[in-house]
């Protein structure tokens, strides 16, 4: 069960990475493949894989090699690290429809407050709900 909801972490940290990316930018989190953000060619499915295609490409685009940020990894190691420790603390209860949410906003206002010093409303107002909850 522990590979599982580590694959899911991984998984839902790539997505978060997206958030990350496309927020600043404007741009729809649910807007089409992912990018690279230099040369902008599609990224294909295959180099996307949480952790392993950024330990094969070895930190590079393939197109136009320019490095990626070791933000994309760190994300999605947090994702998965994050997910093994509530599920660890919690496992199968109802809580973790509060606090899974609730760490994924934590992780993505943690990103861009890191490189853009920016903590938009959409995700601190219903993060402060959640947080009460
Ligand atoms: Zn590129």
Redesign the pocket.
């Known amino acids: 069960m522990a590979v599982l909801v580590l694959l899911v972490g991984l998984a839902l940290g790539s997505f978060l990475n997206v958030v990350i990316t496309r927020l600043p930018l404007g741009e729809r989190v649910w807007a089409g493949r992912s990018r690279?953000p230099?040369?902008?060619?599609p990224i294909p499915w295959w180099d996307n894989l949480p952790l392993i295609s950024f330990l094969l490409l070895q930190g590079r685009?393939?197109?136009?090699?320019?490095p990626i940020s070791w933000r994309y990894p760190g994300v999605e190691l947090a994702g998965g690290l994050l997910a093994l420790a509530l599920w660890a603390r919690f496992p199968g209860s109802s809580l973790l429809l509060v606090y899974a949410p609730f760490t994924a906003a934590l992780v993505i206002l943690t990103g861009l407050d890191l490189e853009h010093r920016w903590l938009p409303d959409v995700i601190t107002l219903p993060g402060l709900a959640l947080g009460l909850v």
């Open positions: 690279c230099h040369c902008r060619d685009c393939r197109f136009c090699r320019h």
